[in-house]
């Protein structure tokens, strides 16, 4: 089955510092998305993305889909505490059903 | 607060018993999904309802089933379960089944199987 590698698997970082994971797959995906996922909750959407070569912004948050839509990244400028959490990229090929990757987990030292 | 609502929050319970999950999509959304997210394999996606009708379906077990209801909650029923089903399952729901529909997800039912 279709498979997200998703890195780093955790980042311990200082607050204010600027943080950058990846996902990469075998396969082909025509929508990319990351979530977060705090203690307790569900993932919560952060940024999606449509098309190929797109790069967009939520506030700190910035993704990219890669050319091939075989990849995609995510960083975050600037973290601060309350950024901690499990960061999960999803793949979508056709219908609605999401495939995800394993997740990094991210650690804010203020 | 996604508008998903998901009961219980916590379940225990032994192996070999059956147990139901229960979600309430968000106010007008058609769909809804079921994922499983266990400590060494992620999220995975279980299985699909829109309307009342299964639309897709994943990584499900037999031991496993679903249904989508009139009002449009949904019930997972695990059954004769093993250890290794102690994970957290989550719901979540979307307007409809299309491709760019952001999913909501629920809070999650954490079931231990002791």
């Known amino acids: 089955g279709q498979q997200l590698n998703q890195s780093p698997q955790s980042m311990f970082i200082q607050e204010g510092e600027d943080v950058s994971m990846n996902c990469t797959s075998s396969s082909i995906f025509n929508t990319w998305l990351w979530y977060k996922q705090e203690p307790g909750e569900g993932p919560v959407l952060l940024i999606a993305l449509y098309k190929a070569g797109e790069l967009t912004s939520n506030g700190r948050l910035t993704a990219q889909f890669g050319i091939t839509r075989k990849d995609s990244f995510l960083n975050i400028s600037a973290s601060i505490p309350s950024d901690v959490g499990i960061y999960f990229c999803?793949?979508?090929?056709?219908?609605?059903?999401?495939?995800f990757g394993e997740g990094t987990q991210l650690t804010v030292n203020p | 607060d996604s508008g998903v609502t998901q009961t219980p929050k916590h379940l225990i319970t032994a192996t070999g018993q059956r147990v139901t999950l229960r979600c309430s999509p968000r106010?007008?959304?058609?769909?809804v999904y079921w994922y499983q997210q266990s400590l060494d394999q992620g999220l995975q996606f279980l299985i699909q309802?829109?309307?009342?009708?299964?639309?897709a379906k994943g990584n499900i077990l037999e031991r496993f089933s679903a249904q989508q209801f009139p009002d449009l909650h949904s019930e997972l029923n695990l059954s004769s379960l093993e250890l290794g089903d102690s994970a957290l399952y989550f719901c979540?729901?979307?307007?409809?089944?299309?491709?760019?529909?952001?999913?909501?997800f629920g809070p999650g039912t954490r079931l231990t199987v002791l």
């Open positions: 309802y829109y309307n009342g009708e299964e639309r």
């Open positions: 999803a793949g979508r090929t056709s219908g609605s059903r999401l495939t």
């Open positions: 106010s007008g959304d058609l769909s």
């Open positions: 979540a729901s979307s307007a409809l089944a299309g491709a760019t529909d952001t999913q909501y």
